[in-house]
Nanobody, 126 residues
Framework: QVQLVESGGELVQAGGSLRLSCAGS????????MAWFRHAPGKEREFVAG????????PYADSVKGRFTISRDNAKKTVYLQMNSLKPEDTAVYYC???????????????????WGLGTLVTVSS
């Protein structure tokens, strides 16, 4: 069983930056594909960014490409999402997710992820 705990969400002004963290547990954390999803009010939950177990694949949603960076530190069992140039439309609850199937390709589909955190709220004011 893997537990994921997100942190770092807060209120920030448009144009600002935040770094989200996702602390994981479990002996095999380093083999999991990890991803960030977000759920904005009135919208479906969507894929934001992912990172393969090796760090070699890091796909991003078009809406965040060039502004957000995902990274992982397997020794600390932590995944990060650096968010720059934040926009009001980035306001959402951000969720960390883990796919326990080792793979070089990162899935963007929610059903492929086995473990989820409870989320952290990011609010971007205009």
């Amino acid at each position: 069983q893997v537990q994921l705990v997100e942190s770092g969400g807060e209120l920030v002004q448009a144009g600002g930056s935040l770094r989200l963290s996702c602390a994981g547990s479990g002996r095999t954390f380093s083999y999991y594909t990890m991803a960030w999803f977000r759920h904005a009010p009135g919208k479906e939950r969507e894929f934001v960014a992912g990172v393969s177990w090796s760090g070699g694949s890091t796909p991003y949603a078009d809406s965040v490409k060039g502004r957000f960076t995902i990274s992982r530190d397997n020794a600390k069992k932590t995944v990060y999402l650096q968010m720059n140039s934040l926009k009001p439309e980035d306001t959402a609850v951000y969720y960390c997710a883990a796919d326990r199937t080792p793979a070089q390709e990162v899935s963007v589909m929610e059903p492929d992820y086995d473990y989820w955190g409870l989320g952290t709220l990011v609010t971007v004011s205009s």
